[in-house]
């Protein structure tokens, strides 16, 4: 999908703040509101905009504690059963300490972002699911000491 300097300029605005109303953006990238609203189902419909949540202050909801998780797991299943990497990936994603999941290079299989209250939720997570999982042989734990940059707005390119 080929993106002009509006529909970048009301992705940005929308990534800042996604409670914005249709009128408020439209003026903001000197539209009428009709094309604007065209424009944003445009770009919902074609996926660039996946969905609208709300972002929430750890802190304030009890979550204490950010650790990376890098994961190796064995390489080779019973081939009449499903893989170990489908039974892992299928696991993590019942797991809700986990916030992200990635498929890694080097050394490691899995980079894991967990969320949890404390370093003993954390200690009960990685004993009670993770290191339980019969496709996981090998976990490295790194805690976030200070959060210096976090966003989830993506780059909007020129």
């Not at 080097?106 to 967990?114: A, F, I, P, Q």
């Not at 200690?123 to 200070?146: C, I, N, T, Y």
Request: with cysteine; charged share 30%.
């Amino acid at each position: 999908m080929q993106l002009d300097r509006i529909d970048r300029r009301i992705l940005e605005l929308l990534q800042e703040n996604g409670k914005l109303s249709n009128q408020e953006i439209a003026e903001r990238v000197a539209l009428s509101p009709s094309p604007c609203l065209r424009r944003i189902r445009r770009l919902e419909e074609a996926g660039v905009i996946r969905q609208y949540v709300a972002l929430l202050d750890a802190a304030k909801i009890g979550i204490g504690l950010l650790a990376f998780a890098t994961v190796r797991l064995e390489k080779h299943g019973d081939a009449e059963k499903r893989s170990p990497v489908d039974a892992f990936r299928q696991a993590v994603k019942g797991w809700p300490e986990v916030i992200a999941c990635y498929a890694m290079t080097g050394e490691m299989d899995y980079l894991l972002r967990v969320e949890v209250e404390d370093l003993e939720h954390y200690s009960r997570f990685v004993m009670g699911h993770l290191l339980k999982h019969p496709a996981v042989v090998d976990v490295k734990s790194s805690f976030s000491l200070e959060r210096i940059k976090e966003t989830t707005a993506l780059p909007i390119a020129d």
